[in-house]
């Protein structure tokens, strides 16, 4: 592979993350103004608006056609889902712990791959999986003087999140990828449509300029995202989105006044650390098992 290419590729992945990072802000700064459903139905809707205008400017309507209708319904429903769970849980828990929770994910995919799928692991990766574990119990702390069970919010979207992209990789090949990057939110934007009328409340202009701002931000993450693994594979870059994990520290200490725990910040290292790891045990048996010519 090109290194000049590698090197955007892991630029671009680190900003993404980034732009996350700076969209959950926006949104746990809207939950003290407005309804969680609403938020989230501003995040979707005007991200849905712009992903629509792009595909259809693209790819015309081939975005609409889709050959896994229930796949991608269920997909973009357990998306929705884990979106739902972290803001509910911003609204009580600090940026920095529930975005480390969250980082959960590549842990949980590995347990249901064994389970759902059927796939072996060895010992190094049952023992990274096992130091998963343990750095979100100490993030989490459960039974702890001062614990906070809204943790489990982001605990339970972490799981949401999981299921999203293992489903996302069971798409993957099987249906176009524009219908794919459209449905992540199209679907949610019509679930929530139904459901935020009951608790609407009429922003004023500036508490609306950051609704559309938090689709637009969550646009610009996607297609940064999108953009990077034209460069590089998301196997090469997948790390690099752990750059979430540092600028929400970031913005949770600076801009909301958080105090970081030390517990929080051993337990997201080691977080960090066994996703890192699982990461590079899958490479390597990707590597190994392109060079055996398909078998190990």
């Not at 609204?91 to 064994?114: E, G, N, Q």
Request: charged content about 10%; aromatic content about 10%.
């Amino acid at each position: 592979m090109n290194s000049s290419k590698l090197l955007t590729g892991i630029l671009v992945t680190v900003f993404a993350g980034m732009v996350f990072s700076v969209m959950d802000s926006i949104g746990k700064h809207l939950t003290t103004v407005l309804p969680v459903l609403e938020i989230v139905w501003g995040r979707y809707f005007f991200q849905t608006l712009l992903m629509t205008g792009y595909l259809y400017r693209s790819s015309g309507t081939a975005f609409l056609r889709t050959k896994r209708p229930v796949l991608q319904f269920v997909r973009g429903g357990m998306l929705l889902t884990a979106t739902l769970l972290m803001y509910f849980g911003l609204v009580h828990v600090p940026l920095a712990d529930a975005t480390s929770v969250m980082f959960f994910s590549p842990i949980i995919i590995t347990i249901l791959s064994v389970i759902f799928l059927k796939e072996k692991i060895g010992v190094h990766r049952i023992a990274a999986v096992v130091a998963g574990f343990c750095g979100v119990m100490l993030i989490v702390r459960p039974g702890a003087s001062g614990t906070d069970p809204y943790l489990l919010l982001p605990l339970a979207a972490a799981l949401a999140n999981a299921l999203y992209m293992l489903l996302t990789r069971q798409l993957a090949g099987q249906d176009e990828a524009p219908a794919t990057q459209f449905n992540t939110t199209a679907v949610g934007t019509v679930i929530l449509t139904f459901f935020v009328i009951p608790v609407w409340e009429t922003p004023s202009l500036p508490t609306f300029g950051l609704m559309v701002l938090i689709g637009l931000v969550g646009s610009i993450g996607h297609f940064s995202l999108v953009s990077a693994f034209r460069h590089a594979p998301a196997s090469l870059l997948s790390p690099f989105l752990y750059s979430q994990v540092l600028a929400s520290t970031a913005l949770s200490v600076l801009y909301f006044g958080d105090h970081l725990r030390l517990t929080t910040v051993l337990g997201t290292a080691v977080l960090i650390g066994s996703g890192l790891y699982i990461w590079w045990r899958e490479n390597r048996k990707a590597r190994a098992k392109a060079l055996l010519g398909g078998e190990i």
